[in-house]
């Protein structure tokens, strides 16, 4: 399925926040910062890639679902879809 801008806009938000975020990471590990305050924000890195992944998985499930409604065929399984959304588990 390809991406659109409607599909993607907020986790696109999302994925920049997390590439200021990490720059910040990088730069405290550069700067010999305390581990725990580098992890702490590592982990909000993380969990920011994640929520976009998310937020994609949760949008090709709707667009899915709204080409099934007007009978057309969606451009992913069920199953598909599926299988994305427990990679990124």
Do not use: W
């Amino acid at each position: 399925m390809k991406l659109r801008p409607e599909m993607t806009g907020d986790a696109l938000t999302r994925l920049k926040r997390a590439r200021g975020q990490l720059n910040a990471v990088i730069d405290m590990m550069e700067d010999g910062q305390d581990c725990r305050e580098v992890l702490t924000q590592l982990a909000a890195v993380s969990k920011a890639v994640d929520r976009a992944g998310y937020k994609i998985i949760a949008s090709g499930m709707r667009h899915c679902t709204s080409a099934r409604q007007q009978g057309e065929t969606p451009e992913m399984t069920e199953k598909e879809l599926e299988k994305l959304f427990l990679a990124l588990a």
